[in-house]
T-cell receptor, first 113, second 116 residues
Framework: GDSVTQMEGPVTLSEEAFLTINCTYTATGYPSLFWYVQYPGEGLQLLLKATKADDKGSNKGFEATYRKETTSFHLEKGSVQVSDSAVYFCALSDRGGGFKTIFGAGTRLFVKA | SAVISQKPSRDICQRGTSLTIQCQVDSQVTMMFWYRQQPGQSLTLIATANQGSEATYESGFVIDKFPISRPNLTFSTLTVSNMSPEDSSIYLC?????????????FGPGTRLLVL
């Protein structure tokens, strides 16, 4: 079945450092790909998404490009802030799979001042 | 967009009891889902709530333990039956709605359940 694998955390960075969180997927169809963020004590929020190959999703300085050839959707940010400390989930949703969203294990990010 | 509310927002329950969680959406939606997020874990889909028919459960989840109702296109309930401490989780309602001209999945704020 469909699955999502993302790099294990926690990831600890200093403020203004470059962030990459790796995410790869397996899917039988042509899924949409997502990054969700969960700030401490809060609910899940959609950060960005891409619905087809070579699409780039972006929001709040974060970017991710849908790479079909490498089945990847890595999350990047050029300069992280303390306020970016959260858990980040990579996910996919496949129309052929009944629109169910499959989540990765999550990667916790700590940003130090 | 779709705005989702859940009740209760949190609860502490005794083992062996049951809790019903309500999910209300501010617009009619075709697809509603229930997820569980155990402490420090990712989200796992419990079931798809089908309007007017029995829910579709994922592997590892059964109707006797997690009965679901969906009487209309804006409301659903999830019951956690005969609870044990292992059921302590955040339970999230999710819907598929229209956002920016595309189908978008929205999540409710979650219900934090602690079973003693």
């Amino acid at each position: 079945g469909d699955s999502v694998t993302q790099m294990e955390g926690p990831v600890t960075l200093s403020e203004e450092a470059f962030l990459t969180i790796n995410c790869t997927y397996t899917a039988t169809g042509y899924p949409s790909l997502f990054w969700y963020v969960q700030y401490p004590g809060e609910g899940l929020q959609l950060l960005l998404k891409a619905t087809k190959a070579d699409d780039k999703g972006s929001n709040k300085g974060f970017e991710a490009t849908y790479r079909k050839e490498t089945t990847s959707f890595h999350l990047e940010k050029g300069s992280v802030q303390v306020s970016d400390s959260a858990v980040y989930f990579c996910a996919l949703s496949d129309r052929g799979g009944g629109f169910k969203t499959i989540f990765g294990a999550g990667t916790r990010l700590f940003v130090k001042a | 967009s779709a705005v989702i509310s859940q009740k209760p927002s949190r609860d502490i329950c005794q083992r062996g009891t049951s809790l019903t969680i309500q999910c209300q959406v501010d617009s009619q939606v075709t697809m509603m889902f229930w997820y569980r997020q155990q402490p420090g874990q990712s989200l796992t889909l419990i079931a798809t709530a089908n309007q007017g028919s029995e829910a579709t459960y994922e592997s590892g989840f059964v109707i006797d333990k997690f009965p679901i109702s969906r009487p209309n296109l804006t409301f659903s309930t999830l019951t956690v039956s005969n609870m044990s401490p292992e059921d302590s989780s955040i339970y999230l309602c999710s819907v598929l709605g229209e956002g920016g001209g595309q189908e978008t999945q929205y999540f409710g704020p979650g219900t934090r359940l602690l079973v003693l």
